[in-house]
């Protein structure tokens, strides 16, 4: 059973795909009407990852912790079933996006920044904490798992140890994956199944880290995928992102889904004209809280222990007075436990795939 499993690994270590493809869409147009336009970013802009930004534009999960300080936005994997992840609001249609930054060490730690759309439609950079002389790419159309010929690897200086700049430059006509100024790939649209597996519909930027070689809520197949179990007191595990640049092939208010039918033709995708509220937000001065969240870890604690001081009075005379807003509270409570068991689900999602076999794990990898 052992010897079966190891070289089905063997095998598929060539075979398989370099990146996971993510499995979660709330609605998929191609079957489903009246999902949600999408907000264009439709034009250009450098996001500057060491200032927080608003939170209309970038969300933020509550699996493991994002933190903004002076270097970047860390991803920080501490512990079993961290999965620290940050997405943007707005999308592209076609474009370009250049992300620097610096992946996760530690063994079975995974570090990703990809586009998708929420048809599945996916780009991907993605990286091993165990490997340090590779990256990987990836691409899925509609997401068909279905062949595991995607996925490229190319050979770098550690990914880990310094900041690189991974840039994506998409069109209707290829995809091309840029390295610190080199192209390592490029896809035409006819080499994805004829169009049919090429990712062409808008898309979102999605970064994040995960633990693969968590043994406590992955298979034993996922885990020798990510490169090996976690140990988890050897971390904190840190992904870091200095600066992205995104830049919409669009001029555009919004996308829709009006005209989608299951084909997922980028030619079905209503370009909606207008002023860009995404555009507008991130262009905004930051607000105070955004100014205190920007400033040093010493800074933040000086002023913490000045407000804790003037919270504790203030609690007194809300937990008196205050019924009402306590109720509040709760409810602003029950929505964050709400949306934390929807991404938990999601991560159960995406990993019972996993294990399923979607990726390439089927069967013999069951020890
Ligand atoms: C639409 O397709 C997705 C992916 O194949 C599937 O998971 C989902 O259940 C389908 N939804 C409907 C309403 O058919
Ligand atoms: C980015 O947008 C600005 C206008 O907002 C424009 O002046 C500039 O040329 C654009 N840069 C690129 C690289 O498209
Ligand atoms: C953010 O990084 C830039 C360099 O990329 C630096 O000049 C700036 O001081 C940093 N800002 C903060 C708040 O650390
Ligand atoms: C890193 O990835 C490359 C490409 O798949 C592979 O050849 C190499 O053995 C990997 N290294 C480690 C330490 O896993
Ligand atoms: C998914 O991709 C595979 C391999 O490229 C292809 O054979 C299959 O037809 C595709 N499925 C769909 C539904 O397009
Ligand atoms: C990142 O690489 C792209 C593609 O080579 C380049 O256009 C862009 O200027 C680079 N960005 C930075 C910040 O160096």
Redesign the pocket.
Known sequence: MLAITLSALAVLAGLLPTALAQTHTDCNPLNTTGCPDMPALGGNYTF?F??TMSEKIWTESNQGSVDR????TTFTIEGSGDAPTLKSTFYLFFGRVSIIMKAANGQGIVSSAILQSECLDEIDWEFLGSNTTHVMTNYFGKGNTTDYTRGKEFAMAAPQEDFHNYTLDWTAERIQWWLDGKMLRELKYGEALGGKNYPQTPMNIRLGSWSGGDVKNNDPGVVEWAGGATDFKKGPFVMTV??IYAEDYHTAKTYSWANMDATGDWQKVKVVEGKSESLEEAQKPHGVKNRIM???QTAKIAIAGGVLGFVLILSCFITICCVKQRRAGRKEFAEIQAQEDKEAAELREYKNKMAAGHFGYAGGNRV
């Open positions: 500057d060491n200032k300080r002076d270097d970047g200095r600066e920007a400033l040093s």
